[in-house]
């Protein structure tokens, strides 16, 4: 009951979060030079009486508050506007739909694969403290964690694409290729299920190194969380007693100690988990993936504000809802924890 | 020599036992900077047993030269070397590039994508741009934008933090809640927003990024001094008249910043991360030098001239390194129980 109870408090606490992000990210989406129909130093000029027209026809003239209050009013409503220029007239809801599938492909395949190696790879390293297999998991991890992914990403085009051919080096499927009947939305999974195996093959085939790229960095950041927090763990007393009592070194590792250590693990998953919408941008530019980043750099490059916004908020509201499921789970797994 | 003074003559016989006559303070000298005893002060795991004893009860009266031998692991030295190549890079790129300013940035010179050779060891970009001549110039952008605006987030957070530890109440929720909604936002997209708000100079973008610094340091330092609040010193200076202010930068502030001095080094290099970024997505000036804009301007002829493309990523991946190693021993040395 008292779970309940905390749950909904911070369900509550997260609402003037949300109010606040949307009040930013509105003021500072107006605030950029220039204006969906006329960028500054775009090259052709439109007619100005026009650009005023089309302004005054959107309402982008009035007073910003005013602006905002009628936006805000619209958003609980439900209606989060429509794209002014960068999709004209579909409204960004609509868009949100459409976009996400791809960048949710790419992100929770990476991060299932990297949760998985993330925390062996971890053990493995602070099992074998100090020595040569520690030390190699340790420079790759740091190698990891100090490189842009877009860099990893043009390496790997370079010499995986470019030199061997083995894998292609844009978009997420071969260009002239139909898309499978949406069921789930995910393009492997909904041709798999639909039996157009061409597809899957086609699909898996370009997935793999952006899956691959982003994987490798957050590999990295959860090995050096795993290991240093499973080598905490590895010091206290009942890991001893377990070793003592004639516990086999396997067991001791994976259910006395990994178990508690997995806990601290489970944030660094949880807050990536909810990242994945805002850490796409980079991955889908490098390979050209028309996902959420894309759409996100294309809105503030045009100043499409209603998209900027509403992506800002889809993407916020994400990693906020992960937080408090992450602390909720944090009773669930260790009963230590009362709320 | 702050040491010698320290230790008075009597201590030392006891120290030393018996056999120790201590001689005058230059022959105490000649014998602390001896080859064995420097040897043995940076060799890891060094056994000596008169030294170790030495060394061991030195300790007790110093802590300076424990720091130094902590920090003195042979990747720490690597990191600091990096560092001090990449920012002798920034700091004199005219001695040390053989290629003037003006070539790089904005010229147009013969030679479009050439491989390497003599004249340009790691070969040309686009506009006959040399590409080590980038490499090296990029170093002062990079390291002036990361170490500022480090500075704007390390001087705002430790403001912000301290006062909302202090001082509490709505004040305190005022300042962390405006921390949560900076912070819920993820810092790529909104640095993206801020610097296309305020435009693409240097300035700007420093600005940008320090901003973005604060609550996370905010958060460090508030954690930091609310444990420090606490204290019977903290309580003594209240007694003995010293305003709040006072309390707040000259008591509490200098006992809560080993924590954030850690932070410090490792997020230099995500500051450097970031700028890299930045300029990739194309949100940065078109004449600038920059690793991450050169990555991105040349990414397009990666089938003609990777080299172009390729060799700024590794200096911001070096970089990185660098200051993350550095960051890794530091946290070793000053703070041994935190976790990564």
Known sequence: MSLLKYTVRRLLMTIPILFGVIFITFILSHMMPGNPFLKPGQFIKGNPEYVRALLEKHGLNDPIIVQF????????????GESLIVSKGIPVWDLIKVKVPVTLEVGIYALIISSILGIRTGVYSAVHRNKPGDTIIRTVALLGVAMPVFWLGILMQYFLSIKLGLFPTIRISTIGYDDPIRITSFRLIDSLLTGRFDLAIDTAWHLVLPVFALSFLQVAGLTRYSRSSMLEILELDYVRSARA??????????????????????????????GVIGGAILTETTF??????????????WRDYFVINGLVFITTFVFIVMVVFVDILYAVIDPRIRY | MVEQKLIREDELSLVYGE???????????????????????????????????????????????????????PLTILGGLIVFIICSWAVFPHWLSFIPFKDVAISILPGTNRPPSFEH?????????DVLGRLIWGARRSITLSLASIVVSLVGGVIFGTIAAYKGGWIDNLIMRIADIVSSIPGLILLVIIVSVMGYDLQNILLALGLLGIPGYARLMRSAAISQRAMTYVESAKVSGASEWRIMFRHILPNSMSLILVALSFDIGTA?????????????????????????????????????????GIGIVITVMGFMLLGDGLRDALDPRSKV
């Open chain 1, 69 to 80: 209050l009628k936006y805000l009013k619209n958003m609980l409503q439900g209606d989060w």
């Open chain 1, 245 to 274: 009592k004639g516990c086999k070194e396997r067991d001791v590792i994976n259910k006395h100690a990994l178990k508690n250590a997995l806990i601290p693990i489970v944030t660094i998953i949880g807050l990536r988990f909810g």
């Open chain 1, 288 to 301: 050209n993936l028309k996902g959420m980043g894309m759409l996100f750099v294309d809105a503030v490059n």
């Open chain 2, 19 to 73: 056999t120790y006559r201590p001689g005058s303070f230059k022959e105490q000298l000649k014998e602390m900077f001896t080859p064995k005893y420097l040897a043995f002060l940076l060799k890891p795991g060094a056994e000596d047993e008169e030294l170790n004893r030495r060394d061991f009860e030195m300790n007790k009266f110093k802590t300076k030269r424990s720091l130094i031998r902590r920090l003195n692991s």
């Open chain 2, 121 to 129: 060891p790691l070969g040309t970009a686009a506009f006959g741009r």
């Open chain 2, 272 to 312: 450097i991360l970031g700028l890299a970024s930045l300029a990739f997505l194309g949100f940065s000036q078109t004449d600038a030098v920059e690793w991450g804009f050169d990555v991105n301007a040349n990414k397009s002829a990666l089938i003609n001239a990777p080299w172009a493309a390729i060799w700024p």
